[in-house]
């Protein structure tokens, strides 16, 4: 997914540790490494904000919700973030930060370490479960993500990833618009 996704890698000392991406710039990462950071750091970041960068472009090409970005930002349509633990976040980053908790923790998994996975299990459920409260305001493809996304933060199945991100029908393509 990221070979395919990032085309541009930024590496900057912004004095915060991190990565970041946007919407208006596919294929563009920024990173700002820090002091410590080891491989499993960088790829970590690098699998994060590919995945905002994978959200981003099936927004574009399939729609993710029925409402604007701008609309998206009032109160009423705020969910629990999965990262930012007990804050509310308007709709579509209360969804992206969700969606972005899988591959870390599946990663961190991989490599027998459990930081994440026990930071991100509780809060990835509590988030699904206030994502889902809003159904009605993803599109049937971002519903498809939502529930998708939330069977997995029922389950904690590692096994589930990794059969998918290993399918052939799952090989780095969005499904096919009808």
């Known amino acids: 997914m990221v070979d395919l996704l990032v085309t541009d890698l930024v590496i900057v000392n912004s004095g915060a540790d991190g990565g970041?991406?946007?919407?208006?710039?596919?294929?563009v990462v920024v990173m700002s490494p820090g002091d410590k950071w080891g491989v499993l750091?960088?790829?970590?970041?690098?699998?994060?904000?590919?995945?905002?960068?994978?959200?981003?472009?099936?927004?574009?090409?399939y729609g993710t919700f029925a409402l604007s970005s701008r609309e998206l930002d009032a109160d009423r349509f705020r969910a629990l973030s999965a990262v930012k633990i007990g804050r509310r976040?308007?709709?579509?980053?209360?969804?992206?930060?969700a969606v972005v908790t899988v591959p870390l923790m599946f990663m961190e998994?991989?490599?027998?370490?459990t930081?994440?996975?026990?930071?991100?299990?509780?809060?990835?459920?509590?988030?699904?479960?206030?994502?889902?409260?809003?159904?009605?305001?993803?599109?049937?493809?971002?519903?498809m993500l939502l529930d998708e996304l939330c069977?997995?933060?029922?389950?904690?199945?590692?096994?589930?990833?990794?059969?998918?991100?290993?399918?052939?029908?799952?090989a780095g393509y969005l499904p096919v618009a009808a």
């Open 89 to 97: 976040r308007p709709l579509d980053k209360a969804f992206h930060a």
């Open 41 to 61: 750091d960088y790829a970590m970041c690098l699998v994060h904000e590919a995945m905002h960068l994978n959200l981003f472009v099936g927004d574009m090409v």
């Open 20 to 27: 970041g991406s946007a919407s208006r710039l596919p294929g």
């Open 109 to 113: 998994h991989h490599q027998d370490r």
């Open 151 to 170: 069977a997995f933060g029922e389950s904690i199945d590692f096994e589930v990833v990794a059969r998918t991100i290993s399918s052939p029908e799952y």
């Open 115 to 143: 930081t994440l996975v026990d930071l991100y299990t509780a809060s990835l459920r509590d988030a699904c479960a206030d994502l889902k409260k809003q159904r009605e305001h993803f599109t049937a493809y971002g519903r």
